[in-house]
T-cell receptor, first 111, second 114 residues
């Protein structure tokens, strides 16, 4: 049973455009929703995270939007740059349980 | 502050052998989690250690085991290697209050089983 479904699998965006990656979860007990960025040959790096008591969190060009009733959350990358080309993972957890990851989205930002 | 380090970075083993991977967490971090990353299955949780005790365990066979030392360094062991064990093995550390929050990953150990 896949608890966190991520889409799309791959995404191509023009430089300066907005990249949007979506995740849907099933377990309503989840209370922590991070996004990770992974470059080839590197481990995932924590990008931004949100708790369900807020609907949006912004850090620089990265924004998480959270819809508790729909059990969905998304990552928006504004003014996408070639350096943002990487694989992005959403994840979720509750309390003292481990992170459950989505399958990942490979983002390519082209000039 | 130094990040999470993992050794070795690359490893080639033969089916049936065993392997030990090492992880040194960020200084002050007491929780270490291990993940297996493959193209087909993505990131899958193996186990998590906190203060030398296994606190959480994923759905992997008993051939996968781990331990944590008093300095928070951790090792994982895979016995009787199978071809399907070829993967990137990642460890992540956190302060430890709750295992998932603010996890920082190492670069991983790329294990190839032939």
């Amino acid at each position: 049973q896949q608890q966190v479904k991520q889409s799309p699998q791959s995404l191509i965006v023009q430089k300066g455009g907005i990249s949007i990656i979506n995740c849907a979860y099933e377990n309503t007990a989840f209370d922590y929703f991070p996004w990770y960025q992974q470059f080839p040959g590197k481990g995932p790096a924590l990008l931004i995270a949100i708790r369900p008591d807020v609907s949006e969190k912004k850090e620089g060009r990265f924004t998480i939007s959270f819809n508790k009733s729909a059990k969905q959350f998304s990552l928006h990358i504004m003014d996408s740059q070639p350096g943002d080309s990487a694989t992005y993972f959403c994840a979720a957890s509750r309390g003292n349980t481990p992170l459950v990851f989505g399958k990942g989205t490979r983002l390519s930002v082209i000039a | 502050k130094a990040g999470v380090t993992q050794t070795p970075r690359y490893l080639i083993k033969t089916r049936g052998q065993q392997v030990t991977l090492s992880c040194s967490p960020i200084s002050g971090h007491r929780s270490v989690s291990w993940y297996q990353q493959t193209p087909g299955q993505g990131l899958q949780f193996l186990f998590e250690y906190f203060s030398e005790t296994q606190r959480n365990k994923g759905n992997f066979p008993g051939r996968f085991s781990g331990r944590q030392f008093s300095n928070s360094r951790s090792e994982m062991n895979v016995s009787t290697l199978e071809l399907g064990d070829s993967a990137l093995y990642l460890c992540a550390s956190s302060l430890g209050g709750l295992p998932a929050y603010e996890q920082y990953f190492g670069p991983g150990t790329r294990l190839t089983v032939t």
